[in-house]
């Protein structure tokens, strides 16, 4: 069964500082996904990495996989308040079926 | 840009009654999904659909859940008798090849 873990599960960090939310998963991937979450929201689609080596940006994000090590990362850089979300990665596995597995979440809070 | 639709966006229910999520997924999306997320904590996966029968379901789905199509284009996910635990935002999403839509989600308080 796939599992998918990210940490840090809660990171709080200061205005313009870098950080790393790391997400593993367990089998072979087909892609992955990340997401984010305000309270009380659905899941705002961020990114979709297909292939080992992948790399995007989109402003203070940016996201990348290494299926060898089956890991992806969400890097953010000079963070700002208004990144204040969870973020979530999901997989799908290489199987033949179609559902995305989640990851366990990251609650990220950037203070002013 | 094309969407997927909730009804309603909140739903009070007794224990013990029967509610049903309606959806309306993308319409050239091939899959459509139900997720739910029980307050504070990660995503799960209840059911996949396609071409009109499930493709694979979780253990959470047991025999109280059930998922229809009834006319082409609403999807919905049936909870026969609830249960307090069953207390969760339930998401509906469609997707067609590595392109995912998920809906503003339906918030289920059971009483």
């Known amino acids: 069964e796939l599992k998918v873990e990210q940490n840090p599960l809660f990171l709080s960090m200061q205005e313009g500082k870098n950080y790393t939310i790391y997400c593993n998963y367990s089998?072979?991937?087909?892609?992955l996904y990340w997401y984010r979450q305000d309270p009380g929201k659905s899941l705002e689609s961020l990114f979709v990495?297909?292939?080992?080596?992948a790399v995007k940006q989109e402003g203070r994000l940016m996201a990348s996989l290494d299926t060898k090590a089956r890991l992806s990362t969400l890097h953010i850089t000079a963070a700002v308040h208004d990144l204040s979300a969870t973020y979530f990665c999901?997989?799908?596995?290489?199987?033949?079926?179609?559902?995305?597995?989640f990851g366990t979440g990251t609650k990220l809070q950037v203070i002013p | 840009e094309p969407e997927v639709t909730q009804t309603p966006s909140h739903q009070v229910t007794q224990m013990g009654q029967e509610v049903i999520l309606r959806c309306v997924p993308i319409s050239n999306h091939l899959y459509f999904y139900w997720y739910r997320q029980i307050l504070g904590q990660k995503v799960e996966f209840l059911v996949s659909?396609?071409?009109?029968?499930?493709?694979?379901k979780s253990e959470i789905f047991d025999d109280q859940f059930s998922v229809e199509r009834p006319d082409g284009s609403n999807f919905t996910l049936k909870i026969r008798s609830t249960k307090l635990e069953d207390s969760a935002m339930y998401f509906c999403a469609s997707s067609v090849g590595t392109t995912w839509h998920f809906g503003d989600g339906t918030r289920l308080s059971i009483l």
């Open positions: 999901a997989d799908k596995d290489s199987g033949g079926y179609q559902k995305v597995t």
């Open positions: 990495l297909l292939s080992n080596g």
């Open positions: 659909f396609y071409n009109n029968e499930i493709s694979e």
């Open positions: 089998t072979t991937s087909d892609r």
